[in-house]
C-alpha cells in the first residue's frame, strides 16, 4: 500500500549533521530534495487544506529514493511533455514502502542522519 500526498510548509532549519533529539526541519521550496539523501530518517507530515481546518497527516520512515519522476498527464513545454513531481520513497519500521509526492503542503523533519554502514 502506499501513501501520496501533500503536507505543510514553514521555515527552514540545517539539515545536515546530527540534529541532537530535535527534529531538523526542512521547507519544501526552492530544493530540499537535495538535502535528502538515502538511508535518512525522517518524518514526511503533509496538510490537505479545507474550508475550516486543515487534515494532517505524518509518515515516518527512512528514505530509499529521492528525486523527479513523470506522471502520465500531459503538460505542454516540458521534458517529455509531461508533468514531473517530486517523490521521497520511504521504509517503514514495519517493511511497508510508502511513496509520496510533494508539494508545498509538505514539511519534513529529519530524524536521524545516516550512519556511515547504511
Known amino acids: 500500500m502506499s501513501d501520496s500526498g501533500s503536507g505543510s510548509s514553514s ?7 546530527d ?20 538511508g535518512m530518517k525522517i518524518r514526511l507530515t ?3 487544506p479545507r474550508l475550516t481546518k486543515a487534515l494532517e497527516s505524518a509518515t515516518e520512515g527512512v528514505v530509499l529514493r ?10 505542454a513545454h516540458s521534458k517529455d ?12 519500521a514495519d517493511g511497508e514502502l510508502v ?10 523533519d529529519v530524524l536521524e542522519a545516516p550512519t556511515a554502514s547504511e
Open 19 to 38: 540534529t541532537g533529539g530535535t527534529p531538523a526541519t526542512i521547507a519544501y521550496g526552492g530544493d530540499p530534495l537535495s538535502l535528502l539523501t538515502p
Open 46 to 48: 503533509r496538510q490537505m
Open 99 to 108: 511513496h509520496c509526492n510533494l508539494d508545498q503542503y509538505t514539511h519534513i
Open 66 to 75: 529521492v528525486g523527479q519522476q513523470k506522471t502520465g498527464s500531459w503538460f
Open 11 to 17: 521555515g527552514t532549519a540545517g539539515a545536515s549533521g
Open 81 to 92: 511533455n509531461k508533468l514531473w513531481m517530486d517523490r521521497i520513497e520511504l521504509r517503514k
